[in-house]
C-alpha cells in the first residue's frame, strides 16, 4: 500500500510544458457559471435535486443551456429571489423554507437536496450553509438537504461539479477504515462500468465513484482511501478528501488509449497490483482503442487546433489530439490551469504550446483569425460566428455531457473532432 | 422567492439584447459577472445567428468586488468603442451588477465618448424579457429620435413598421408577409425598427406618417412616445388570423388614406376554404387551452373560435403588462383568465380544463406530453424549431395558412376518430393511441406517466380510476368498464356528472343504467 507513483523519467529537468510561461488574460470570459454543472449532475445522482437560489437569469441560464429543453421534467428549480426578499419585507428563510416544502411534496422521490447559491444570492451575503443544515433538522431522515456555490463570481463552468462534490465529502460521505479506492469525478454510467470490471479484473474489490448515481450509495473515505481523479477541475473536492485523510493519487486523464493505461496503471501501482494481472486487465482494452483511433487518426493528423477556455478539460484534450492523434496545438486556452493536478499532462504537451489561462475574449478571437487553426474547440456563443468566418469548430460542451473517458470511448472522443472536419468535406459544393 | 421549473421569459437585460442584436451599428455594454454570456448562445445557437450579439460583458469575478467594477465596467466600455465603432451604444446592468449599484450610465457618461449612449434602468427583481425589450426599444427612440410634429413633408402612405426584434418568435417572416402586404397597398415603409435598423434609421423614425405595431409588448411603449411626440398614429390590430388580418388592412388604409374594398375582396388565403370543407367538419368544438404571450393568446383566441370552430375552454398569458385585455377577452366568452408566469399554475389549469388541443409554448408542449394531449407552439419562449429553414410567417394571409396546418397538424383526423369511438379495444386504435400519422414516437410519449415521470401527483382525470369515497355511490364494474368507452378527453366529465347525479338522487350503486340516466339528465 501506499506505494508513490513513478512518474516517467527523470523529474529534475522539466519536460513538455511544466516550466512554461502561460499567457494570462483579464478581460470578456465567454465561459459558462458553475450552476451549468447541474445539468449534468441531476441526471447522475438519480435522486438528488437542485435548487438554485438566485434570479430569473439564473433560471434562463439552466434551461437554456440544458440543450435548450429537456423533454422530462428536470430534477432541477430555482427559487427566484425577488424584490420583496431583497427589500427585506419578506423573511427569507420562511420564503426558502415554503418553497423547499412545496418542491418536496411534489417530489416524493427526493432524498438529496443541494441548495445551490447563485451571484445574487452570494452578493446579498445569503447563508445557504446554515439554511442547509435548519431544512435538514427539519426533513431529515427522509432528505439530506447540502449546499453549494455554482455562482459565476467564483466558479466557472465545471468548478460548479467540483463545489457540488466538495460538498458533499466536506458533509454526506460515510467514514470507513478499510483500504479502497474512490474515482472522482461525474463520468457516465456507461464508463463507470467498464472501469469497475477493469479494476474487478485486476483485484480490486473496493471502488467507490464520487458521485454515485444514488444519493444513498454514496462512497465511504477513511484515511485508507486512495483516490484518483476522473476529471481534471476538482480542486476544491481534493482538497476536502485531503482533509479527511484521504490520498490522492496523480495520473494524468483517462482520454485515449495512453492516457486510460497511464490513469489505470498509476491506481494498481498504488495497490501493488502484479504487472502481468495489470496488463491481463487492460491490454485487449488498449488495443481496442488504439485500433479505434487508426481510422480517426487518418482525418486528424497534421491539422492544428486551437482551445478556447472552456471546461479545464483543455489540457487533457490537447494531450491526446497531440499525442494519439497527431494534431497540432496553435493554442490551449483553459479557464484555471492546476500545474499541479495537471502536471503529467504538462509533462507530455509538446514544449513550446502556447498555453492561456483566463480570456479576453476578443483578443483570443483575434489570434484565432490570425492562427487560421483547421479546428476550433469553443463554447456554443462562439461556433456558429466562427462557423459562419469559415472555420470548423467542435463545441466544447459536448465534451462534457458525452462519454469520453476510457478505452471504448476513445474512438468515440476521437470522433467528436474528425466529424467537424468531416462535415466541412462532405459540405465543401454548398 | 418563486419556485421555478422553466421560465415563460429571461431577465430584462436579456430583453435589451433582444434589441441590440437584432440592430446594426449598435453595441450593448453590460455590466454582469461570468456566465452571464450564457445569453449569446440564445442568438449563435437558437436563433443560428452567424455573428455574436453585439455585446460585451464586463464578466467581473469575486475577487473584482471589493475593489473595482466600476473601472472594469469603464475599461469594458471604452475597449467595445475602440472596437466596434458603434454608432451609438446601451448600457446597463444584469441582475448581479444591479446588486453592486455601480451606476453604469453614470459612469458610462463620465466617459464623453462621441458618440450617443443610452443608459438602461431594467429592474431585474421586479421585471422580465419583454418588458426589458420594450423599454429599451422605448429610451433608445426617445433618445435618437427628435420629437417633431410637423406632419408637413410627409408622405402620407408611408408608415414604419415596430416592433420585430432577435430572437421573436417568428419575427423574420412576419415582417416580411407584412411589409410585403403593406407594399401591394401602395404604401411605402420608412424605417423597419429594431429589426436591422441602425442607430441612425431611429433618427429617420419621424418622417412616415403612421406607425405599424406589429408587437405590442415590444413596441406600443415607443409608438405612444411617437404618438404623442412625432404626431403620428398607430396601429391597434395585430394581424394574426383572417379576420384580423382584414381589420388589419382596414385599419392602415384609414391610416393611409386608401379604399382597401377591392384589395380586400381579392384577398388569398386558404384557411377559409380549408376550414369550410367538410373535411373539416371533426374539427367543431373541439376543446382548446389557449397560453402564451398576450399578442399570440389574444389573436388565436379570435382565431380558435371563429375560423377553426372550436370552443376555447380556457385562456392565459404570462405578460403581466396586458393582463387588462386577456381578462377581457376571456370575460367574453365566460371563461376565467390564467394571468400568470408560473408552469405548475398552468400545469395545474390544463389538468382541470382537460382540453382535447393545447395551444401553447414549449412548456405547455412539456405539459401537453406529461398529459398526453396534442399541442401546437403559437408562442416564445421560443426553441430551435421555432426557427424554421422555410418560410413560416404568423401574420398576415400566409401567417393563416401556416396557423391552420399548425393547429390541425397534432390533432386525429376526422374518419380516425370515429373509428376510434367505434372500435374501442382494437388494440391499436385505444384512446392513449396517438394520431396514426404522428407515428410511433408520439405514441411513447403517452405512456403511463410512470415509465417516463418518477413523480406526478397531475394524474389526468382520463386516468383517475371511479374510486368510491365515504358518503358517495360506489360504481358497479359493468358501469365502470362502460364508463372506460367514452371518449377520454369527456371521460373525466362524464364521470364527475354522473357522480353528481347518484348522490342528488341518492342511489348508492352507480350501474350502467345510472350512467346513461345521467347523460340525459344533463343534456337537456
Same mark, same amino acid.
Given at each position: 500500500m501506499n506505494l508513490p507513483f513513478k512518474v516517467n523519467g527523470n523529474e529534475s529537468t522539466a519536460k513538455g510544458c511544466v516550466d512554461q510561461p502561460v499567457l494570462r488574460e483579464r478581460g470578456q470570459r465567454e465561459v459558462f457559471c458553475g450552476l451549468t454543472g447541474i445539468v449534468w449532475l441531476h441526471r447522475k445522482i438519480q435522486n438528488a435535486f437542485f435548487l438554485v437560489v438566485g434570479s430569473r437569469t439564473c433560471a434562463h441560464l439552466i434551461q437554456s443551456a440544458a440543450g435548450v429543453m429537456i423533454f422530462a421534467e428536470p430534477r432541477f428549480a430555482t427559487a427566484i429571489i425577488d424584490e420583496r426578499d431583497l427589500a427585506g419585507l419578506a423573511d427569507i428563510d420562511d420564503e426558502l423554507d415554503r418553497v423547499v416544502n412545496r418542491l418536496l411534496e411534489r417530489r416524493p422521490d427526493i432524498e438529496m437536496l443541494f441548495l445551490v447559491g447563485s451571484c445574487p444570492s452570494e452578493v446579498i451575503k445569503l447563508d #445557504?450553509?446554515?439554511?442547509?443544515?435548519?431544512?435538514?433538522?427539519?426533513?431529515?431522515?427522509?432528505?439530506?438537504?447540502?449546499?453549494? *456555490?455554482? *455562482?459565476?463570481? /467564483?466558479?466557472?463552468?465545471?468548478?460548479?461539479?467540483?463545489?457540488?462534490?466538495?460538498?458533499?465529502?466536506?458533509?454526506?460521505?460515510?467514514?470507513?477504515?478499510?483500504? *479502497? #479506492?474512490?474515482?472522482?469525478?461525474?463520468?457516465?454510467?456507461?464508463?463507470?462500468?467498464?472501469?469497475?470490471?477493469?479494476?474487478?479484473?485486476?483485484?480490486l474489490e473496493n471502488v467507490g465513484f464520487l458521485p454515485a448515481r444514488n444519493a444513498h450509495s454514496m462512497p465511504a473515505i477513511g484515511p485508507e482511501t486512495h483516490y484518483i481523479l476522473a476529471q481534471p477541475f476538482l480542486n476544491d473536492t481534493a482538497r476536502a478528501l485531503d482533509e479527511?485523510?484521504?490520498?490522492?493519487?496523480?495520473?494524468?486523464?483517462? #482520454?485515449?488509449?495512453?492516457?486510460? !493505461?497511464?490513469?489505470?496503471?498509476?491506481?494498481?501501482?498504488?495497490?501493488?497490483?502484479?504487472?502481468?494481472?495489470?496488463?491481463?486487465? !487492460?491490454?485487449?482494452?488498449?488495443?481496442?482503442? /488504439?485500433?479505434?483511433?487508426?481510422?480517426?487518426?487518418?482525418?486528424?493528423?497534421?491539422?492544428?487546433?486551437?482551445?478556447?477556455?472552456?471546461?479545464?478539460?483543455?489540457?487533457?484534450?490537447?494531450?491526446?489530439?497531440? /499525442?494519439?492523434?497527431?494534431?497540432?496545438?496553435? /493554442?490551449?486556452? !483553459?479557464?484555471?490551469?492546476?500545474?499541479?493536478?495537471?502536471?503529467?499532462?504538462?509533462?507530455?504537451?509538446?514544449?513550446?504550446?502556447?498555453? *492561456?489561462?483566463?480570456?479576453?475574449?476578443d483578443r483570443q478571437l483575434d489570434r484565432c483569425r490570425e492562427a487560421k487553426p483547421d479546428l476550433v474547440v469553443c463554447g456554443l456563443g462562439l461556433a456558429n460566428p466562427l462557423e459562419a468566418e469559415g472555420f470548423s469548430t467542435k463545441w466544447s460542451i459536448e465534451l462534457v455531457f458525452t462519454p469520453i473517458q476510457g478505452y471504448d470511448q476513445a474512438g468515440d472522443l476521437a470522433g467528436l473532432f474528425a466529424r467537424p472536419l468531416n462535415r466541412q468535406a462532405r459540405l465543401g459544393g454548398l | 422567492m418563486q419556485l421555478t421549473l422553466w421560465t415563460y421569459e429571461g431577465p430584462p437585460h436579456v430583453g435589451a439584447m433582444r434589441i441590440a442584436t437584432a440592430m446594426k451599428g449598435l453595441h450593448y455594454v453590460l455590466h454582469a459577472p461570468q456566465g452571464d454570456t450564457y445569453a449569446d448562445l440564445l442568438f449563435t445557437m437558437i436563433e443560428r445567428r452567424n455573428v455574436r450579439p453585439p455585446v460585451t460583458y464586463t464578466t467581473f469575478q469575486a475577487?473584482?468586488?471589493?475593489?473595482?467594477?466600476?473601472?472594469l465596467f469603464k475599461t469594458a466600455c471604452l475597449d467595445a468603442y475602440e472596437r466596434f465603432q458603434p454608432e451609438a451604444m446601451i448600457v446597463g446592468a444584469s441582475c448581479?451588477?444591479?446588486?453592486?449599484?455601480?451606476?453604469?450610465?453614470?459612469?458610462?457618461?463620465?466617459l464623453k465618448l462621441p458618440i450617443p449612449v443610452v443608459p438602461?434602468?431594467?429592474?431585474?427583481?421586479?421585471?422580465?424579457?419583454?418588458?426589458?425589450?420594450?423599454? +429599451?426599444?422605448?429610451? =433608445?427612440?426617445?433618445?435618437?429620435?427628435?420629437?417633431?410634429?410637423?406632419?408637413?413633408?410627409?408622405?402620407?402612405?408611408?408608415?414604419? =413598421?415596430?416592433?420585430?426584434?432577435?430572437?421573436?418568435?417568428?419575427?423574420?417572416?412576419?415582417?416580411?408577409?407584412?411589409?410585403?402586404?403593406?407594399?401591394?397597398?401602395? $404604401?411605402?415603409? &420608412?424605417?423597419?425598427?429594431?429589426?436591422?435598423?441602425?442607430?441612425?434609421?431611429?433618427?429617420?423614425?419621424?418622417?412616415?406618417?403612421? &406607425?405599424?405595431?406589429?408587437?405590442?409588448? $415590444?413596441?406600443?411603449?415607443?409608438?405612444?412616445?411617437?404618438?404623442?411626440?412625432?404626431?403620428?398614429?398607430? +396601429?391597434?390590430?395585430?394581424?394574426?388570423?383572417?379576420?384580423?388580418?382584414?381589420?388589419?388592412?382596414?385599419?392602415?388604409?384609414?391610416?393611409?388614406g386608401i379604399d382597401t374594398t377591392e384589395f380586400l375582396a381579392q384577398e388569398t388565403s386558404r384557411l377559409p376554404w380549408y376550414s369550410k370543407s367538410v373535411d373539416s367538419t371533426y374539427l367543431t368544438g373541439k376543446r382548446v387551452f389557449i397560453f402564451g404571450d398576450a399578442t399570440h393568446v389574444l389573436a388565436a383566441e379570435r382565431m380558435a373560435r371563429t375560423e377553426l370552430g372550436f370552443e376555447v375552454v380556457g385562456i392565459g398569458t404570462y405578460?403581466?403588462?396586458?393582463?387588462?385585455?386577456?381578462?377581457?377577452?376571456?370575460?367574453? =366568452?365566460?371563461?376565467?383568465?390564467?394571468?400568470?408566469?408560473?408552469?405548475?399554475?398552468?400545469?395545474?389549469?390544463?389538468?382541470?380544463? &382537460?382540453?382535447?388541443?393545447?395551444?401553447?409554448?414549449?412548456?405547455?408542449? %412539456?405539459?401537453?406530453?406529461?398529459?398526453?394531449?396534442?399541442?401546437?407552439?403559437?408562442?416564445?419562449?421560443?426553441?430551435?424549431?421555432?426557427?424554421?429553414?422555410?418560410?413560416?410567417?404568423?401574420?398576415?394571409?400566409?401567417?393563416? &395558412?401556416?396557423?391552420?396546418?399548425?393547429?390541425?397538424?397534432?390533432?386525429?383526423?376526422?374518419?380516425?376518430?370515429?373509428?376510434?369511438?367505434?372500435?374501442?379495444?382494437?388494440?391499436?386504435?385505444?384512446?392513449?393511441?396517438?394520431?396514426? %400519422?404522428?407515428? %410511433?414516437?408520439a405514441q411513447k410519449a403517452q405512456l403511463p406517466k410512470s415509465a417516463i415521470e418518477p413523480a406526478s401527483e397531475t394524474v389526468p382525470l382520463a386516468e383517475a380510476k371511479p374510486t368510491p369515497v365515504a358518503g358517495e355511490a360506489d360504481w358497479a364494474p359493468d358501469a365502470e368498464k362502460e364508463l372506460k368507452k367514452i371518449p377520454f378527453f369527456v371521460r373525466g366529465k362524464a364521470k364527475r356528472n354522473t357522480e353528481r347525479y347518484a348522490s342528488e338522487f341518492g342511489l348508492t350503486v352507480i350501474s350502467v343504467e345510472t350512467l346513461y340516466d345521467a347523460k340525459a339528465h344533463y343534456s337537456r
Open positions: #445557504l450553509k446554515r439554511a442547509a443544515q435548519r431544512l435538514s433538522k427539519i426533513h431529515l431522515p427522509r432528505v439530506r438537504v447540502l449546499n453549494y *456555490s455554482g *455562482s459565476g463570481i /467564483e466558479t466557472t463552468f465545471t468548478q460548479g461539479e467540483d463545489a457540488c462534490l466538495a460538498a458533499l465529502v466536506a458533509d454526506a460521505l460515510p467514514e470507513t477504515k478499510p483500504a *479502497s #479506492l474512490v474515482v472522482v469525478g461525474a463520468i457516465s454510467d456507461v464508463v463507470e462500468d467498464q472501469f469497475n470490471r477493469i479494476f474487478a479484473a485486476m483485484g479527511r485523510g484521504a490520498k490522492h493519487i496523480p495520473a494524468p486523464f483517462p #482520454l485515449g488509449a495512453n492516457g486510460t !493505461t497511464a490513469w489505470l496503471k498509476a491506481a494498481a501501482d498504488v495497490f501493488n497490483i502484479p504487472a502481468d494481472r495489470f496488463a491481463a486487465a !487492460t491490454d485487449a482494452g488498449h488495443k481496442r482503442a /488504439e485500433k479505434a483511433l487508426i481510422a480517426h487518426r487518418e482525418a486528424l493528423a497534421g491539422k492544428s487546433v486551437f482551445f478556447f477556455p472552456d471546461s479545464q478539460l483543455e489540457l487533457p484534450l490537447a494531450r491526446f489530439l497531440h /499525442e494519439e492523434l497527431g494534431m497540432a496545438l496553435v /493554442e490551449v486556452g !483553459t479557464p484555471y490551469l492546476h500545474r499541479q493536478h495537471l502536471r503529467q499532462e504538462l509533462e507530455r504537451l509538446p514544449a513550446g504550446t502556447v498555453l *492561456s489561462e483566463g480570456q479576453d475574449v | 475577487r473584482d468586488l471589493g475593489g473595482d467594477t466600476a473601472e448581479t451588477a444591479e446588486l453592486i449599484q455601480d451606476d453604469p450610465g453614470g459612469l458610462a457618461q463620465a438602461l434602468e431594467l429592474p431585474s427583481y421586479q421585471k422580465k424579457e419583454n418588458w426589458g425589450a420594450s423599454e +429599451t426599444f422605448y429610451r =433608445i427612440v426617445r433618445s435618437l429620435c427628435p420629437a417633431n410634429a410637423d406632419a408637413s413633408r410627409r408622405n402620407p402612405k408611408s408608415c414604419n =413598421i415596430l416592433g420585430p426584434t432577435a430572437l421573436g418568435f417568428r419575427h423574420r417572416d412576419d415582417l416580411s408577409e407584412i411589409r410585403r402586404l403593406l407594399e401591394r397597398l401602395g $404604401i411605402t415603409v &420608412n424605417v423597419v425598427a429594431p429589426f436591422d435598423a441602425r442607430p441612425s434609421d431611429i433618427a429617420k423614425l419621424g418622417d412616415a406618417a403612421f &406607425n405599424v405595431i406589429l408587437y405590442p409588448e $415590444i413596441a406600443e411603449n415607443a409608438g405612444r412616445w411617437l404618438e404623442k411626440n412625432c404626431g403620428q398614429p398607430m +396601429t391597434n390590430v395585430v394581424p394574426v388570423g383572417i379576420g384580423a388580418t382584414r381589420d388589419f388592412i382596414a385599419e392602415v388604409g384609414r391610416l393611409a405578460s403581466r403588462e396586458y393582463a387588462r385585455q386577456v381578462r377581457e377577452a376571456a370575460a367574453k =366568452i365566460g371563461v376565467e383568465a390564467l394571468i400568470t408566469d408560473d408552469y405548475l399554475d398552468v400545469e395545474t389549469r390544463i389538468s382541470e380544463l &382537460n382540453p382535447e388541443l393545447i395551444l401553447g409554448t414549449q412548456m405547455e408542449r %412539456h405539459i401537453a406530453k406529461r398529459l398526453g394531449l396534442p399541442c401546437a407552439v403559437i408562442s416564445a419562449p421560443v426553441h430551435v424549431q421555432d426557427f424554421p429553414a422555410r418560410y413560416s410567417p404568423q401574420m398576415g394571409f400566409e401567417g393563416a &395558412n401556416v396557423i391552420f396546418d399548425t393547429w390541425v397538424h397534432p390533432l386525429m383526423m376526422g374518419l380516425e376518430e370515429h373509428l376510434i369511438h367505434m372500435f374501442r379495444e382494437d388494440v391499436e386504435f385505444h384512446d392513449g393511441a396517438a394520431p396514426s %400519422h404522428l407515428g %410511433h414516437a
